[in-house]
């Protein structure tokens, strides 16, 4: 079974734009999660969905958004880009994004913002 | 909301035991256990719930009081592969995503 897979990579921008980043969870999970992990802080929870609707959002300002496509597959979008962005964006996907359900987890995005 | 793990780091020697705590202010129905190794993605290793039993994988194993909102992660007979930062993630109040905590660095010597 093919995992996570995250694109791009790796992505290098300039403050003030807006970049999209990529995912396409496992065959047959239903939920994909967002993650920014930064060394400071860890990782950090950006967003849940489950079949194209938001369950949760975590503590990020409006300029993070996402959306799920009936594949499953899920983008997350950041617009008006700031240094502070700069970080690794993990995506993970699971059956059903409850307590009980193991992440599985992507390679992850490099974003730097300059 | 965020657990609070320690030790922040530790070093051990190849057949070491280790121990890493992960604490919440909030009640818990769950722990994950997931461990990092430098440049790869976070790999997940155990779940306990609330009123299950004590969970072992290999010689990694876990336990979770839930009286005191805490487990613990026991690496017994450290190998070179134990190495890595290992997280630990409570359930978000908010439901359907984990709260993690900033992670313990695991470096296991020869």
């Known amino acids: 079974k093919a995992g996570v897979t995250q694109t791009p990579r790796y992505l290098i921008k300039t403050r003030g734009q807006q970049v999209t980043l990529s995912c396409s969870p496992i065959?047959?999970?239903?939920?994909v999660s967002w993650y920014q992990q930064t060394p400071g802080q860890g990782l950090q929870f950006l967003f849940e969905?489950?079949?194209?609707?938001?369950?949760n959002k975590g503590n990020f300002p409006g300029r993070f958004s996402g959306r799920q496509f009936s594949n499953s597959r899920s983008e997350m979008n950041v617009s008006t880009l700031e240094l502070g962005d700069s970080a690794l964006y993990l995506c993970?996907?699971?059956?059903?994004?409850?307590?009980?359900?193991?992440?599985?987890f992507g390679n992850g995005t490099r974003l730097t913002v300059t | 909301q965020q657990p609070v793990q320690s030790p922040q780091a530790v070093i051990l020697r190849e057949g070491e035991d280790a121990v890493i705590n992960c604490s919440s202010s909030?009640?818990?129905?769950?722990v994950h256990w997931y461990r990092q190794k430098h440049g790869e993605a976070p790999v997940f290793l155990m779940i306990?719930?609330?009123?299950?039993e004590q969970k072992g994988h290999d010689k990694i194993s876990a336990s979770f009081n839930e009286k005191k909102q805490q487990s613990s992660l026991y690496l017994t007979a450290s190998q070179l592969s134990y190495s890595g930062t290992y997280f630990c993630?409570?359930?978000?109040?908010?439901?359907?995503?984990?709260?993690f905590g900033k992670g313990t660095s695991l470096l296991v010597t020869p």
């Open positions: 993970a996907s699971s059956l059903s994004g409850t307590e009980n359900s193991p992440l599985h």
């Open positions: 065959s047959g999970h239903r939920s």
């Open positions: 969905y489950f079949s194209e609707t938001q369950r």
């Open positions: 909030k009640a818990l129905y769950s």
């Open positions: 306990l719930l609330k009123g299950g």
């Open positions: 993630g409570t359930e978000n109040l908010s439901g359907y995503a984990l709260n």
